[in-house]
């Protein structure tokens, strides 16, 4: 069964870390690409950052940019999401997907693109 978990979410206060992780199972984890989305209520859901299959890839969207760091093992056929500096409007439903594209260097923060999707973990920034 095709599968994607995510973990780590919870309530941390502002300036606080959480290390996120997406396990993956029932297809070739390293053959996808995995992207990090979130969803905050009312709000539209936002690509922050995916990793390539190989070659260690990276793209941030610019609202978690040098707080945010992605980073995969694939002997764990796990991703992790390493968020510093939390802020308040960070609180969000946090998503791992997986796509496979072409070049195995590459990656996109397209929810269209998106083949697997995890259900989410929830991260809640407040003191």
């Known amino acids: 069964q095709l599968q994607l978990v995510e973990s780590g979410g919870g309530l941390v206060q502002p300036g606080g870390s959480l290390r996120l992780s997406c396990a993956a199972s029932?297809?070739?984890?390293?053959?996808?690409?995995i992207t990090w989305f979130r969803q905050a209520p009312g709000k539209e859901r936002e690509g922050i950052s995916c990793?390539?299959?190989?070659?260690?890839?990276?793209v941030y969207a610019d609202s978690v940019k040098g707080r945010f760091t992605i980073s995969r093992d694939n002997t764990k056929n796990t991703t992790y999401l390493q968020m510093n500096n939390l802020k308040p409007e960070d609180t969000a439903v946090y998503s791992c997907?997986?796509?496979?594209?072409?070049?195995?260097?590459?990656?996109?923060?397209?929810?269209?693109?998106?083949?697997?999707w995890g259900k989410g973990t929830l991260v809640t920034v407040s003191s």
């Open positions: 997907a997986g796509a496979q594209y072409n070049i195995r260097w590459y990656c996109r923060l397209d929810y269209n693109a998106m083949e697997y």
């Open positions: 990793i390539s299959s190989v070659g260690g890839i990276t």
């Open positions: 029932g297809f070739t984890f390293d053959y996808y690409a």
